[in-house]
Structures are given as C-alpha cells and as structure tokens.
Nanobody, 115 residues
Framework: QVQLVESGGGLVQPGGSLRLSCAAS????????MGWYRQAPGKERELVAR???????SYADSVKGRFTISRDDAKITVYLQMNSLKPEDTAVYYC?????????WGQGTQVTVSA
C-alpha cells in the first residue's frame, strides 16, 4: 500500500504563488510516476504535472511556464510550485502515484484563486 499526504493549499489572489507538497509513504521507493492532478467543480479530474516512469516531466498546456514540479527522492516527496495563479486554477489538487496498474491518490488540497 501507498499513502500520499498533500499540504500547502489555500486562498491566494490572482497573480500570486503557492507551493504544494506531497509526501509518500508505504511501499513506494521512488518519485518516478508521481504527479499532480486537479478537479474543478463540475469538471473532470485532469493532469497538471507529473514525473513519468522514466523520470522526465510532463505538464498540462494550461500550466506550462507557470507551474514547476520538483522532487526530493530522499524523502519520497514531490512539490508543485505554482506561480502567476489565475482564477481558472481554482480546484482541488490531488497527488497521484502510479505503481503498475494501480493509481494511488491523496486526499486532495483546495486551491482557491480569487480577489
């Protein structure tokens, strides 16, 4: 089993920044295959950014140039630095870890971008 715990969400004004963290524990020994998704009200969950199984990064077009995913392999922790936030970035952000055919999810953290 894998446990994922997110932190760092909150309320921020447009143009502001937030940093999300996701700490993994259990039977997980690499941050490859970990990433972030988000789900806005009335919309489907979508990929934001992730590390592929090979360790490269992948971003949604809507966040390229504004968001950066990073990691600490020693702590099995991934981060999402979000800059130049827009109201349309408002969503619940979920940490994800893929292990073979299994997707593990965190509980989610709310990010609200509003004046």
């Amino acid at each position: 089993q894998v446990q994922l715990v997110e932190s760092g969400g909150g309320l921020v004004q447009p143009g502001g920044s937030l940093r999300l963290s996701c700490a993994a524990s259990g039977r997980i020994f690499s941050t490859n295959g970990m990433g972030w998704y988000r789900q806005a009200p009335g919309k489907e969950r979508e990929l934001v950014a992730r590390f592929t199984s090979g360790g490269s990064t992948s971003y949604a077009d809507s966040v390229k140039g504004r968001f950066t995913i990073s990691r600490d392999d020693a702590k099995i922790t991934v981060y999402l630095q979000m800059n130049s936030l827009k109201p349309e970035d408002t969503a619940v952000y979920y940490c994800n870890a893929r292990r073979g055919p299994t997707n593990y999810w965190g509980q989610g953290t709310q990010v609200t971008v509003s004046a």
